[in-house]
């Protein structure tokens, strides 16, 4: 099947068909060689060949379709955009080099300067960065709101307002933003409502249905899932993503045929994936919250969080992530870390390995001293990502935790 080198092919017959999540997860957007290879194919090339000076001549001016540079034209990172854009029920995505690509090549290509953005305060860290300290530069402004307040949404909308970001459910407190109400006050402005579904993955919410118009993604994290490549993606309609794949090409931020290729391996046990990591993240939670040395956990799967309800409509699980204070200080959650022995200590999260932190001091620790008491950033504040060990061995590792406070 050939393809114009200016549009990548927008949708693929799995998804016309209405397959169930799981299968487009396996099979939307494969596209086999005349090789016949059962596994989706990886094309590691940067360029493409012609068969002759005329040909390059009309691929390279548009009159004719076919690959030309894999910046902007690459099978493998295209089959890995079809299933991406059938999982989130897109019309297109677009695959970035990293989740920071796609939020930065989301804003670039669909805001101007004078424009404004309404922000929930607990966004991802390097998403604050780039909007305070780089886009502000080309004067684009922004308003950081609490997610969970529909009139704080409100409130912050001036006549310059043309994008709403929300990353729900938030890192690490696992806060909630309602995206239909929020779309809907988006909408009334004509803005355009952007959900960053990286915790969530469209196993577990898919935003897009429920009013956002657009969603981005680390693939980083769950898409992956275990841990090896670094990369992002844009899903939405064909009318803004040709405005960013006109960005990346030019920008050049594009993601490597490799990573799209691993990615597309995870994305066949995504579904499997998070069901597993959100039932262990529940037998966590519930256990957490019995021991002595635990003052407080965050988890929309328990039945005592404030949005317990909206999380139960807006999602089909509760997600990998909790969060828990330890009673103490900050000295309390390291030891608390510094003791486990299995659980890995880094910043990452959404793997099949176990990970934890201290937020205030590594993810958030950039953020200023009023700005983690308002984001409800403790010091005594430790985030674990639950992987698919054994939960009665990570259990085990966190009674070391917990025996060390
Ligand atoms: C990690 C992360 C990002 C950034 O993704 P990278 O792939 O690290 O650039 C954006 N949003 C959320 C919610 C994340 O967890």
Redesign the pocket.
């Known amino acids: 099947m050939s393809k114009s080198s200016f549009e990548r092919p927008e949708r693929i017959q799995f998804e016309d068909a209405d397959y169930e999540f799981s299968t487009l997860a396996i099979r939307a957007g494969q596209q086999r060689s005349d090789e016949g290879e059962h596994n989706d194919a990886i094309y590691p090339t940067s360029s493409f060949v012609y068969s002759s000076a005329r040909e390059a001549a009309a691929r390279f001016g548009g009159e004719e379709e076919g690959n030309i540079y894999s910046r902007f034209t690459n099978p493998t990172v295209q089959a890995f955009e079809r299933r991406m854009a059938a999982l989130e029920d897109g019309e297109r995505a677009v695959a970035t ?7 930065l090549s989301t804003c670039l290509s669909l805001l101007k300067q004078g424009d404004h953005v309404i922000c929930s305060r607990s ?2 860290g ?2 604050v960065s780039l909007f305070d300290k780089y886009l502000s530069r080309t004067g684009i402004s922004v308003t950081y709101v609490d997610p969970t307040d529909l009139d704080a949404w409100s409130a912050a909308i001036t006549p310059a307002t043309r994008m709403f970001f929300l ?1 729900t459910p ?2 690490p407190l696992a806060e909630l933003g309602d995206i239909e109400a929020v779309s809907r006050l988006a909408h009334d402005i004509d803005a355009l409502l952007v959900v ?1 579904n ?2 969530c993955t469209p196993a577990l919410q898919q935003p897009l249905k429920q009013g956002a118009d657009i969603v ?6 769950y898409l992956d899932g275990q841990g090896r490549c ?3 993606v844009v899903v939405g309609r064909d009318k803004e993503m040709e405005e960013i794949y006109g960005f990346i090409r030019t920008g050049g931020a594009c993601l490597s045929p490799f990573n799209a290729w691993v990615f597309m391996k995870g994305l066949e046990t995504l579904e499997l994936r998070m069901k597993a990591h959100s039932a262990n993240a529940l037998e966590m939670a519930e256990w957490l919250k019995q021991q002595p040395g635990i003052d407080k956990v965050y988890y929309s799967g328990l039945e005592e969080h404030p949005q317990h309800a909206l999380a139960t409509k807006q999602q089909r699980a509760f997600g990998g992530v909790l969060a828990f204070e330890v009673s103490g200080d900050q000295e309390a959650a390291w030891r608390f870390i510094d003791a486990t022995k299995m659980i890995s200590i880094t910043g ?3 793997d099949v390995k176990s990970t934890i932190t201290h937020p205030g001091t590594t993810t958030h620790g950039r953020m200023s001293a009023e700005a983690k008491v308002e984001a409800g950033i403790k010091d005594n504040l430790i985030r674990l990502s639950v992987g698919l060990e054994s939960v009665d061995d990570i259990k085990r590792d966190l009674q070391l935790g917990l025996a060390a406070i």
Request: charged share 10%.
């Open positions: 080099s990293s989740g920071m690509a796609a939020i966004v991802f390097s998403i990353e938030s890192n960053d990286c915790f981005v993604h680390s693939a980083t994290k670094v990369g992002g990452n999260l959404g």
